[in-house]
């Protein structure tokens, strides 16, 4: 039966099912979000939608079947309806903080996307209104729950490499004008959008936070790029003198991979990134030839359904909590200082993270297939 939801509480009723209202219908939840609810039914259930566009609205909740439709204006009376337990948040980044505290205060558990918001401050508000509340707080990281990546967790950790040494990644599109990633007022800009992922996996792999960071950033003279820099090159340093380096760019062709050197052997992943089509691993050790590795298109939001879901059904803290979104967006800004700067900035008081990715979370899911958009446009390359 589904989970009524409530002020200030953490459900911890077994047999439930998770009523969601995903909020904001762009690209991301069209082609992945709400399809994702078809291998998410053991225990989590779309009930509503939440969109400035009267058209989606009215499309989508035909195509899904879906009885409550709301504008963003009364997005309070979603969450005072008592037909949701818990939102998605795909909205631009400048929105999630206002709609995350909201949605806790209604006692509504939230789900939302990353980079969880713009500042440390408002990642900060975020953790505090969910805990005040009593509700769960989890940023989507879907490569957390994804095969690829989590093997790539498993071989690092087994020493098969020999230690880590070094993460190398490069992650870039073509973004076309007007997208709101080109938008500075929307949180938008190549750290942000694209090099989070980057930053989390070296964290994942290295299974540590960064003590110190640069970067730097460039631009051309193409329009599309007045309000935010064209691409990023960062160098992270981990304990034990590990680095890390990534380049992220908007105006580029579609690169998506990672690398991790050890001291006898190194691990590719091609594409790392993408949520679309195959993802292969190159595994070299010493002078041997490399092993590789195809896994199969997935879907990979159903588990971060499935995910969320049992931990407000069983009162557990997600692994990806509010705490994994605030280190990195710690890191983003860190990296844009630098920017602006042109000096290193120490990271001295990152706090650390004790729970960190690792294979026992893998969900598996078939893919599905992509929808038909209704008023959505991808940026470039199909994350």
């Keep these: 039966m589904p989970v009524k939801a409530q002020s200030k509480r953490t459900n911890t009723n077994s047999e439930g099912t998770i009523r969601y209202a995903v909020v904001g219908e762009g690209w991301i939840s069209q082609a992945a979000v709400l399809p994702a609810f078809q291998h998410a039914k053991k225990n989590s259930q779309l009930t509503a939608l939440v969109s400035g566009d009267p058209v989606k609205l009215k499309k989508l909740s035909k195509k899904y079947k879906i009885e409550h439709t709301y504008s963003y204006e009364r ?90 040494r070094i993460f190398d990644s490069v992650f870039t599109q073509q973004v076309e004008e007007g997208n709101i990633r080109l938008q500075k007022n929307l949180g938008g800009g190549t750290l942000d959008d694209m090099g989070v992922y980057c930053i989390n996996a070296a964290r994942y792999l290295f299974r540590a936070e960064p003590i110190e960071v640069f970067a730097v950033s460039a631009r051309n003279e193409e329009n599309r790029f007045a309000e935010v820099e064209e691409m990023t090159s960062a160098i992270m340093r981990f304990p034990d003198d590990r680095l890390a380096t990534f380049v992220c760019s908007f105006g580029a062709s579609g690169v998506s991979s990672y690398r991790v050197v050890g001291t006898k052997g190194d691990l590719m992943l091609n594409p790392a990134y993408d949520f679309v089509g195959e993802r292969k691993h190159y595994l070299t050790i010493g002078d041997k030839k490399p092993r590789e590795r195809t896994f199969p ?18 009162n557990k803290t997600p692994e990806p909590s509010g705490q994994e979104g605030l280190i990195d967006v710690t890191i983003v800004r860190a990296l844009y200082h630098s920017v602006e700067t042109g000096l290193p900035v120490k990271l001295d008081n990152l706090d650390i993270k004790e729970n960190r990715p690792n294979p026992d979370q893998e969900i598996i899911r078939p893919p599905v297939e992509q929808p038909e958009m209704v008023r959505a446009k991808s940026a470039a390359n199909k994350r």
Excluded: W
């Design 75 to 164: 997005y309070d009376e979603c969450l005072r309806s008592g037909v949701v337990d818990a939102v998605y948040i795909a909205l631009p980044n400048s929105m999630h903080r206002d709609y995350a505290v909201r949605a806790a205060e209604a006692g509504v558990h939230v789900l939302c996307e990353k980079p969880m918001a713009r500042t440390e401050a408002e990642c900060e508000e975020m953790i505090r209104a969910c805990e005040d509340n009593d509700v769960k707080l989890m940023i989507a990281y879907r490569l957390h729950f994804e095969e690829a990546n989590l093997r790539a967790v498993d071989i690092v950790k087994s020493g098969k490499i020999g230690a880590a």
């Design 297 to 314: 298109k997935r879907d990979q939001f159903a588990p971060e359904l499935l995910y969320f879901s049992d931990c407000i059904i069983k």
